[in-house]
């Protein structure tokens, strides 16, 4: 089978390319053929190693390469790519790995696959009217592409809920499907020492609880003797504001002052891995986590996580079992205090995490995938 994987910038470290780059590699592993759509050409060192395997790339044309608005580069950028994909590669399948439905707009001749991070309504935060009225034409070219998508693959339940009650009236029930996003589990089966040090590991992101993770650090670390390493992604302008304006100003103080705290940004998928397999608890605190890819990582780490009771997460971390989801911030230092005075407890968890994760390994999701795509491809046009 051909298939077309879309994503806006393949050149940054991130949850949606991730997705995008497992993807790949599951495709890969049923032998289908894959092509990629993308605003720019995969480049080493800044992109997941699965997008340089692939030959045929496809990048939207001159002009709409200039466009300015994400929503609108999407709309036509994304769509002018996928039109010259449609032209040479002749795709039988196309899946929208993490740009919005719009990038369809005017594509007909093959099965559409809409991938949803999260709905895109509820991604839109500046809510002005000159916004408003700016983003009117673009809101008929979304919902005219979510009537024509032939399956709507959600992150997880909590997505798929939310997602069908902002789509129930253009999509019928039948087209919602959940496969969550895989794990490479190969990259985590090595074992490299254990450090007393806690991390957080993600976006940069001001959503995530990078300050709680930073305030239960300090909480309790004149009890045991902890060092925190925070390692993530910059990629988004809000992003930079507050890695440059908030989170950095406040972790060089606190170096300042001898805490021992590490900060770094942009990294390869390999010091990720690295950072995960050498510390004893992973912590974030984002109740609205769509589905938290990195939770299951930590898991797989053997790094027990502790994370917020809510969003996606409820599905991935099994409370006391393989890690420990908590109603508040303030939780958080207990549960560190725990881990690292009870070796028997971390242990434990730590065993039981990796085999939880294993559910989500490539293996396991590979197959889910190429059962969809077999039963769309069977579909008679």
């Known amino acids: 089978m051909r298939v077309a994987v879309v994503v806006d910038n393949p050149n940054y470290f991130g949850g949606g390319n991730k997705f995008a780059s ?6 890969k592993m049923y032998n289908h053929d894959v092509a990629l759509c993308a605003w720019e050409k995969p480049v080493e060192g800044k992109c997941y190693e699965s997008f340089l395997d692939i030959e045929e790339v496809y990048l939207p044309s001159f002009l709409t390469k200039k466009i300015k608005g994400k929503l609108w580069k999407i709309a036509f950028a994304s769509s002018s790519a996928i039109k010259k994909c449609m032209k040479k590669f002749k795709p039988n399948i196309i899946i929208n790995a993490n740009v919005e439905p719009a990038a ?4 007909k001749a093959a099965k559409k696959v809409f991938y949803c991070h999260f709905p895109t309504e509820l991604k839109v935060y500046k809510y002005t009217l000159l916004y408003l009225l700016y983003r009117v034409p673009y809101w008929f070219w979304h919902y005219k592409e979510i009537e024509a998508i032939d399956a709507i693959v959600c992150n997880s339940y909590y997505t798929k809920n939310i997602a069908y009650l902002c789509w129930k009236h253009h999509v019928p029930k039948d087209k919602f499907h959940v496969i969550y996003p895989a794990v490479d589990i190969s990259a985590f089966r090595r074992e490299i020492r254990r450090e007393e040090k806690i991390c957080y590991v993600g976006r940069i992101d001001a959503n995530k609880g990078i300050d709680y993770v930073i305030d239960a650090f300090l909480e309790v670390y004149d009890k ?4 925190l390493e925070i390692v993530g992604g910059v990629s988004s302008q809000e992003n930079v504001r507050y890695y440059e304006g908030i989170l ?14 590490k900060l770094e940004v942009n990294v390869p998928y390999s010091r990720i891995a690295e950072t995960l397999l050498s510390s004893k608890a992973m912590v974030s605190f984002n109740p609205e986590e769509h589905f938290g890819i990195v939770p299951v990582e930590a898991q797989a780490a053997g ?3 502790i994370v917020a009771r809510g969003g996606g997460q409820l599905e991935t971390v099994k409370h006391c079992e393989t890690g420990f989801l908590v109603e508040n911030p303030q939780e958080i230092s207990s549960y560190l205090v725990a881990l690292f005075e009870d070796n028997k407890l971390w242990s434990k968890i730590s065993e039981s995490a990796r085999k939880w994760a294993s559910k989500f390994s490539l293996e396991n999701i590979a197959r889910e995938w190429d059962a969809l795509l077999s039963s769309l491809s069977s ?3």
């Open 303 to 305: 790094c027990p996580p």
């Open 248 to 261: 950095k100003p406040r972790v060089d103080a606190l170096r300042r002052k001898g805490f021992p705290i």
């Open 22 to 27: 497992d993807l790949i590699k599951m495709l």
């Open 224 to 227: 045991i003797n902890i060092s």
């Open 104 to 107: 369809f707009r005017g594509i």
């Open 379 to 381: 579909e008679v046009h």
